[in-house]
């Protein structure tokens, strides 16, 4: 119920505020496991990457946003769950993966951080190492515009966002090499669909 609430509020917001238009819904499975690996450059990324299609999308949040318990209870029930960043953290791994292995889907961000400037930054190698581990296809996103949302004098910018055909890893999962293969290749996929966004606007 929460998460309906919400969902239906930011498609609100991201529709008839940032006049936001979506393209390759269709390439979601209807069903089954799924990543949706999106470049991240704002706060918003998260609930517009989520609220515009019908499956519900589940997230790791830094442990940070879950120490005020009125926040931190929503978001919870909004299938969001805590990481602690710049550390290898096993139990939000553990908890990504037991997302996957219920058919849900997982939001990810291979940049691992905001970029500020909207420019993508290298990836890490988290994504890949979750989709190795669970065979669970990623679905690209591209976004377009959420850095300027606090940022551009004040005027309101335009959303673009694009879910790309799904993709899976083929390597070895215990070869560094192959992961950071994968991780280059799901950059440039956004980074590709990033180009076509822009081409459009």
């Known amino acids: 119920m929460v998460y309906g609430f919400f969902q239906y509020l930011f498609r609100f917001i991201f529709y008839v505020i940032f006049r936001t238009r979506v393209y390759g819904r269709e390439n979601i499975p209807a069903e089954g496991a799924v990543i ?10 998260p609930p ?9 999308v589940s997230y ?9 318990p009125i926040f931190g209870g929503i978001i919870r029930r909004c299938h969001a769950f805590p990481v602690k960043r710049g ?6 791994i553990k908890t990504a993966v037991q997302v ?3 058919k849900r ?4 961000f291979p940049e691992g951080t905001r970029s500020k400037t909207g420019e ?16 669970a296809p990623i679905v690209p996103v591209a976004i377009l515009n959420t850095h300027r949302i606090f940022a551009n ?44 966004l822009k081409s459009m606007s």
Not at 36 to 45: G, K, R
Not at 105 to 108: E, K, S, T, V
Not at 168 to 192: H, T
């Open 105 to 108: 889907i997982l939001g990810l």
């Open 36 to 45: 949706l690996a999106a470049n991240h450059a704002s706060n918003a990324d």
């Open 100 to 102: 996957l292995k219920e």
């Open 60 to 68: 790791m949040a830094k442990i940070e946003l879950f120490e005020n």
């Open 87 to 92: 550390e290898s953290d096993r139990g939000a």
């Open 48 to 56: 517009l990457m989520a609220s515009l299609i019908e499956r519900p």
């Open 153 to 196: 004098g004040g005027k309101i910018p335009a959303l673009r966002i694009m879910y790309g055909a799904p993709i899976s890893f083929q390597g070895d999962r215990k070869s560094k090499e192959s992961l950071d293969a994968f991780s280059n290749e799901i950059m440039a996929r956004i980074a590709a669909m990033r180009d076509d």
């Open 120 to 135: 993508l930054k290298k990836p890490e190698a988290g994504v890949a190492l979750i989709a190795a581990m669970t065979g």
